[in-house]
């Protein structure tokens, strides 16, 4: 397979991926290194983000996997296109609640409902439901929650290591779980 033909097919599988694809997935599709893969993805991306020709497109990493995106420097335009009367926006509480959950995951309902002082039940199946967040496991019974690679995709982050600082200002979990003590 030539260079150009292994870009080609590269950009092929991203333009019809629904969620961020490892480099080694899309080596195996188009049968070359997987290193070979992810220097072409950079080389990919780079060329897209020539600012002599401002794209409406984007190739981002995030988390290690790759997929394009709508470049940033039209989100008003897009956002106008796909949002306009729609009701896409979180409620207040779904974005508090949202937060405790990416800041102090792996988190319970009852754990996060503790942090801010209300039931979060109906709030965390809209979450869920939005894929924002996701169960990454249980604990003692309960359901622990995380934020999804959705969410990441959403915040434009490559990796949670990217929030701003704000944990400090959240109380502990063991300061506030009641579950199983």
């Known amino acids: 397979m030539t260079e150009a033909h292994t870009y080609g097919a590269i950009e092929a599988i991203l333009m019809v991926v629904d969620e ?12 070359v290194p997987e290193g070979e893969v992810l220097s072409a993805l950079e080389t990919l991306r780079d060329e897209y983000a020539n600012a002599d020709r401002p794209r409406g497109f984007e190739l981002r990493e995030i988390d290690g996997r790759w997929r394009m995106y709508s470049s940033r420097l039209y989100a008003d335009v897009v956002g106008t296109f796909v949002v306009d009367g729609q009701s896409a926006r979180l409620s207040q509480a779904a974005l508090e ?3 405790v959950v990416a800041y102090r995951q792996p988190v319970t309902r009852g754990q996060v409902s503790q942090v801010r002082g209300v039931n979060v039940d109906s709030v965390m199946k809209t979450l869920s439901a939005r894929g924002l967040v996701t169960e990454v496991g249980e604990v003692a019974g309960a359901v622990q929650y995380g934020t999804s690679t959705e969410f990441l995709e959403r ?4 990796s949670l290591s990217d929030l701003p600082a704000l944990a400090p200002y959240l109380p502990e979990l063991a300061d506030v779980d009641g579950e199983g003590h």
């Open 20 to 31: 961020p694809v490892a480099p080694a997935d899309i080596a195996v599709a188009v049968d």
């Open 97 to 99: 609640t949202l937060a």
């Open 155 to 158: 915040m434009g982050l490559q």
